[in-house]
C-alpha cells in the first residue's frame, strides 16, 4: 500500500494504524514521492491526500488513470462540499473519506476495494444478487451490451467510456435490469460496506452514469425508485 498524506502527525499514525491492520505500508509526504513509488513498485491500493504542496492527490490521480494505471485509489479529504468530492471521482478516484474520520472507516472502505479487485482474498456473500459468472461472454439489456471479461460497455454502437466503479456498477444493474435493487444492496455489492443514509457516493456514481448512457432522443435507462433504490429498465 502506499500512503501519501503531508499533515506528518495523520500520516504517521495512520501509517502505524494500517501496520498494525496487517498492511505493508510506504508513506510519503507529497504527490511528487507519491508517483515516483507508484512508478517504481506498484503498491495493491494507494491512500491520497487531496490537499498536498506541489502535485496534489487529484494530480496524482489523474496522472495515474491517464498512464492506464487501474490501482485503487482511496482519497482522504478535508473538503466536505460535495462539488469537492465529486472533483475527486472525477479525478478517478474509486472513493473517499473525509477528515476528520474514524480509522475503522478507512480499513473498511479500503477492503472493500481490495475486495473488488482480488475477490478471492475475501468471503464470497452466500446469496448474491446475481450469478457472479454467466456462460455467455456478453450481458444484453435495454439496449445495453457489457463484456465483462474485457470491462467495455456499449449503448447501442456507441462505447462507453466507464471507470472500475462506473462499469461495477452499470454491470450490477443489468444483471438485474427491471429489479429495483435497494440503497444498502447496490452499497454492498459494489462498494463491500454500507455508509448510511448519509452518504453521496450512489448518487454521485448515478448522476455520472447518467451522463454517459443518456443520449438526445434515447430513453433514461436508470430510474430512481424514492426511498428504495435504483432500476435500470428502457422505457
Given amino acids: 500500500m502506499l500512503l501519501a498524506e503531508d499533515d506528518r502527525a495523520i500520516r504517521h499514525a495512520l501509517e502505524r494504524a494500517l501496520a498494525l491492520e496487517g498492511y505493508q505500508v510506504t508513506a510519503v509526504a507529497d504527490g511528487v514521492e507519491a508517483l515516483a513509488h507508484a512508478h517504481k513498485s506498484p503498491p495493491d491500493v494507494l491512500v491520497l491526500d487531496v490537499m498536498m504542496p506541489g502535485i496534489d492527490g487529484l494530480q496524482v490521480c489523474r496522472v495515474l488513470r491517464a498512464e492506464g494505471d487501474r490501482t485503487p485509489i482511496l482519497m482522504l479529504t478535508a473538503l466536505v462540499e460535495t462539488a469537492d468530492r465529486i472533483a475527486g471521482l472525477d479525478a478517478g478516484a474509486d472513493d473517499y473519506v473525509v477528515k476528520p474520520f474514524d480509522v475503522e472507516e478507512v480499513f473498511a472502505r479500503l477492503r472493500a476495494l481490495l475486495r473488488r479487485t482480488n475477490p478471492g482474498s475475501v468471503p464470497v456473500p452466500s446469496e448474491p444478487v446475481a450469478p457472479k459468472q454467466t456462460p455467455e461472454r456478453y450481458l444484453e439489456a435495454a439496449g445495453l451490451r457489457m463484456d465483462p471479461q474485457a470491462r467495455r460497455a456499449w449503448r447501442g454502437e456507441r462505447e462507453l467510456e466507464l471507470t472500475r466503479t462506473e462499469f461495477e456498477l452499470l454491470e450490477l444493474l443489468v444483471r438485474n435490469a427491471g429489479i429495483v435493487l435497494d440503497h444498502s444492496t447496490i452499497y454492498d455489492r459494489i462498494w463491500g ?43
Fill in 193 to 235: 460496506y454500507d455508509f448510511g443514509p448519509g452518504s453521496k457516493n450512489l448518487a454521485v456514481y448515478v448522476g455520472y452514469l447518467r451522463r454517459k448512457l443518456d443520449q438526445p432522443g434515447a430513453s433514461q435507462l436508470i430510474h430512481t425508485v424514492r426511498g428504495v433504490g435504483y432500476v435500470l429498465r428502457e422505457d
